[in-house]
């Protein structure tokens, strides 16, 4: 079965070739943030294409280094996942936007918003795919660039919060190909297929099964009838006064009248 983080780490493996396509990245990267000039995340490959987009852009860099918490009542040391910080400078990227972009660069950017905010779940419960937003207008400007791109995406508010969601297999593989896993797509694919065979041949032993079932309950009335009706039969197997046929239906009378010559 395909894990999200699989599908996040082949995202965060592809360098772009193009200064314009690590450009757009950048802009996807921070335009979901949690705070602005900054990259925020759980996942040390997010981390690490941030701080290689923008050296190899020779961008100013601070970090990785971890979020400094605070509310952490004094004593506390259970285990926690920390977000990773890295520190660019949103204005050194220039100024990009979504309407002006070739489509290599909304594909990269759109990576860049997948590799930042993103969250998947793509479980036998049904794929999904959500990026969580501080703003109304931050969360239909995603939206409106997905369908652009051709995914169509859905907006609500949850908790004080917007959320962009993407549900269904098409909607989902329409998202992994746009921002280039083709492994994962490749594997959402194969078990997508293998789901929806499993599923008919299910369907199909369930009506062979239901066929074979009122065959036998036929064949079984079929056979109480001929018993409650055995009783009336004689000993020779006259039924209604008539001779039973043998092993051939009787002549007609001028057929027979020609086989006695």
Known sequence: MLVAGEVKGELA????????????????????????????????????????LAASLGLPISGPHPAVWSG???????????????????????????DAAPACDRRAYLRGVVLGRGSMSLGS???????????????????RRLRQSGARAGVLERRGRWVVYLKGREEVATLLRLTGANRGLLDFETARVGSEVRNRLNRLLNAEEANLARTVRAADQQLRAQAAAGGRLGHAGKLNGREPFGGEPPLAPDRRARAQR
Do not use: K, M, N
């Open 13 to 52: 493996r592809i360098v772009p070739a193009r200064t314009c396509c690590r450009r757009a990245e950048l802009a996807g990267l921070l335009s979901t943030d949690r705070t602005v000039g900054q990259v925020s995340t759980f996942d040390y490959g997010t981390a690490r294409i941030a701080v290689q």
């Open 72 to 98: 952490r009542p004094a004593g506390d040391r259970s285990p926690r996942r920390h977000h990773l910080v890295v520190g660019l400078d949103r204005a050194s990227i220039g100024d990009w936007t979504w």
């Open 125 to 143: 419960s049904g794929p999904h795919v959500e990026f969580v937003l501080r703003s109304r207008s931050a969360a239909e400007g995603l939206r």
